[in-house]
């Protein structure tokens, strides 16, 4: 059987491992036998409901095994899946659902209670998993009940989307905004979910005895993708209850017998603090993460001291951080932390799925052959984010797009299977983000000479001031290095003598009325110890009780400005008695 799209993969995993565990939730079990059967009815009914071949189908749902049944049977139809993030506010998912066209809406019902605006594409509504889904308000829809599909007559397999006409079709719209920008549909392929499913299989070899504890949210690309690759492993997915708490987390991780795991950070902090609640706690994390294999760290990379914590008690896993985007399908290199690590200078970098050769390992913090003073000083300041696997290609590119030797910053560019069809309805925009042949990441990065690709933060994450350019990340890494300092993010505001001024918002391991004085006593030092120039330090300091998150566990820096610009303390500030701050100008300005 030909394995080009998401439905072929479930079929073949029905045909080759029919009784064993495909997915459990709540109670609930499904073989990939039945599995199989009920992906076929779910697509019967929504073939029955309009949808075929190019339709595009919302998903709004927290992750259940409903949510994931229905990409499925989605995409078994022909159809497109667009997810649709549960944080966004109303107008936020109107504004996705009207700009894909998505003709059919699948939500929970909570999700649809008040009812939700739709926009006059929608012609169905399936609610999940409500018995009765009549009394929702939407009288100007037909409303179907997820059940009801699933006792739909099965679609017959010939008419499942699949074979290799097929993979090249789209597969799903993923709307993006970054950290910048307004929302962007991102067209992903059947082909470009399986190539990057492959490659998080050559990083973390899941198989048929993996239970992947899925707590990443399937909106999100990185979420779905590393369930798919369980789909292509015909590994079993465990999905937790919609909002169960962190330490009901870890009983769940016991009682499955979870062995896979994947976070963004801030998730992983989360499942920590929580094994530390209590004795009894200590004694239920310790015994699920004993058995824990491997462990994905995505949105961004841990910490010196998280990575610490964090391989001290998932003492047997190995951690494998990505560098990503949606433009990618997810993940272009991998970072290999092996157990028993300690320290940004300990940390594996694997070269997965490099050629024949399988998993090859080397050390961060090596000095590799063919790197002179100005190289090790460029790696120095950028972050160790792996190696690209086999089929992924990376380069780095100036200004002219032309690609430069290692040691040399740039533009992070990537090309190979992963790579999105283009933007969505925006030709313009996938014509200036789809360049002879590469996808340009907008970021700034650097090669070393054993092809290690190193992040050096991102081109519209420079702050343009007094004529000199400020990368973020570089004063970010600098402030990070105070004991005082849990978070960071640097950003420009306008200013009238310097264009733009470098403010930084900071989140305090412990807060107190002496932190801003002690940090601007502490900021020479800070920049001096990171080799940066004075005109990079900041000249505003933001306290802030936490940082506002998007989906992924990125910071929004563009809340942050929006909020200091609106000239109104947000609440998320955390502000000193105006005592303390006379000799400061609004916020930690330094006069």
């Known amino acids: 059987m030909s394995l080009a799209t998401i439905p ?75 997810p649709l993030n549960v944080r ?120 048929r005895g993996s239970r992947y504890l899925c707590t990443l949210p399937l909106f999100h690309i990185g979420g779905m993708n590393i369930g798919l690759a369980a789909t292509v492993a015909a590994a079993a997915t465990v999905l937790p209850r919609p909002r ?8 769940l991780m016991r009682g499955e017998g979870a062995t896979v795991l994947a976070f ?26 004993a058995v824990i294999e491997h462990v994905l760290i995505g949105g961004q990379s841990m910490e010196a001291a998280q990575r610490t914590r964090a391989l001290s008690l998932f003492h047997r896993a190995q951690f494998v951080q990505t560098y990503a985007c949606t433009e990618a399908c997810s993940s272009i290199s991998f970072l290999t932390i092996r157990p028993g690590a300690a320290g940004a200078a300990a940390a594996g970098a694997a070269t997965v799925g490099a050629a024949a050769a399988g998993v090859g390992v080397g050390v961060a913090g090596e000095v590799a052959a063919g790197r002179d003073a100005a190289m090790d000083a460029a790696l120095r300041d950028a972050q160790l ?10 380069a780095i590119l100036d200004a002219e797009l032309r690609e430069l030797p290692p040691g040399r910053t740039g533009q992070i560019a990537t090309s190979g299977p992963h790579v999105m069809l283009g933007y969505w309805r925006q030709p313009s925009l996938t014509r200036d983000t ?50 005082l300092v849990a978070q960071a993010a640097v950003f420009g505001l306008p200013d009238v003598s310097l264009g733009e001024r470098v403010v930084a918002a900071v989140v305090a391991h412990a807060p107190s009325a002496e932190l801003e004085r002690q940090l601007w006593a502490e900021l020479p030092q800070l920049m001096r110890q990171a080799g940066l120039a004075q005109y990079m330090r900041p000249r505003q300091l933001v306290l802030c009780r936490a940082m506002p998150l998007g989906p992924s566990g990125k910071v929004l820096k563009r809340e942050i400005r929006r909020l200091l610009l609106a000239g109104d303390p947000p609440d998320l500030l955390y502000l000193p008695d105006q005592a303390e701050s006379e000799t400061r100008g609004a916020h930690g300005t330094e006069t």
Not at 15 to 36: I, K, N, P, Q
Not at 244 to 251: G, L
Request: hydrophobic residues 50%.
């Open 8 to 82: 072929d993969v479930v079929r073949h995993a029905a045909l080759t491992h029919g009784d064993g565990l495909a997915t459990r939730c709540d109670g609930r079990s499904h073989t990939w036998r039945e599995l199989a059967l009920l992906v076929a009815r779910l697509a019967g009914g929504l073939a029955s409901a309009g949808v075929e071949a190019g339709v595009r189908v919302g998903l709004l749902g927290q992750n259940t095994d409903h949510y994931l049944h229905l990409i499925f049977a989605v995409t078994a139809a022909g159809a497109i899946v667009v």
């Open 434 to 483: 789809l360049v002879r042949g590469w996808l340009l990441t907008g970021d700034l990065g650097i090669l070393g000479p054993d092809g290690a690709l190193h992040f050096a933060g991102r081109i519209k994450d420079l702050v343009k001031s007094g004529g000199e350019n400020v990368p973020a990340a570089l004063v970010e890494r600098a402030l990070l290095a105070s004991p």
């Open 264 to 289: 963004v950070p801030a998730m992983l902090q989360l499942l920590m603090d929580a094994a530390d609640s209590s004795a009894e706690a200590r004694r239920e994390a310790a015994a699920a993460a």
């Open 244 to 251: 169960t708490a962190w330490p009901h987390v870890w009983r």
């Open 88 to 207: 966004s506010s109303p107008a936020e998912l109107n504004f996705v659902l009207e700009d894909s066209g998505a003709a059919v809406l699948c939500a929970e019902a909570a999700l649809v209670r008040p009812a939700l605006p739709l926009p006059s594409c929608v012609h169905t509504l399936v609610v999940l998993p409500a018995e009765n889904p009549s009394p929702l308000g939407h009288q100007t829809v037909n409303v179907l009940a997820y059940r009801h599909l699933a006792a739909a007559p099965p679609l017959p397999e010939h008419a499942w989307c699949g074979g290799s006409e097929a993979a090249g079709e789209a597969f799903g719209l993923f709307f993006t905004s970054g950290t910048t920008g307004g929302p962007k549909g991102v067209v992903l392929s059947h082909a470009n979910q399986l190539a990057q499913a492959r490659s998080k299989l050559a990083a973390i070899p899941l198989h």
């Open 385 to 394: 984010v792996g190696w690209p696997v086999a089929g992924t290609h990376v």
